[in-house]
């Protein structure tokens, strides 16, 4: 059974950071993409963050480029996000998920499948 289990939320004031990590277990990912998504309140889950298998190339959406960083470790089958500065507007419940098939790492897509989430709030 497949689990991708999301860690690292909570509550900070604007400008602080949290790092999120997603562990993965019941089969490997270590040749596929993985990616983060958030989705606030009243609105649509959107990418705002992707890593190619061999972390030699990485995405960010434009809300989140220069604060926030993608990373993984192959050999624990985690994935982390490191997010500094963050904003108001970044409150939401962000989840990790995981490609099975090769493809535009960068389209969302791809990913078939998805931890239950974690929140982040961030108060002004």
């Known amino acids: 059974q497949v689990q991708l289990v999301e860690t690292g939320g909570g509550l900070v004031q604007a400008g602080g950071s949290l790092r999120l990590s997603c562990a993965a277990s019941?089969?490997?990912?270590?040749?596929?993409?993985m990616a983060w998504f958030r989705q606030a309140p009243g609105k649509e889950r959107e990418l705002i963050a992707a890593?190619?298998?061999?972390?030699?190339?990485?995405y960010y959406a434009v809300s989140v480029k220069g604060r926030f960083t993608i990373s993984r470790d192959n050999a624990k089958s985690t994935v982390y996000l490191q997010m500094n500065s963050l904003k108001p507007e970044g409150t939401a419940v962000y989840y990790c998920?995981?490609?099975?098939?090769?493809?535009?790492?960068?389209?969302?897509?791809?990913?078939?499948?998805w931890g239950q989430g974690t929140q982040v709030t961030v108060s002004s």
């Open positions: 998920a995981a490609a099975v098939r090769s493809g535009t790492y960068y389209d969302s897509r791809l990913y078939d499948y």
């Open positions: 019941g089969r490997s990912f270590s040749r596929y993409p």
């Open positions: 890593i190619r298998w061999s972390a030699d190339s990485t």
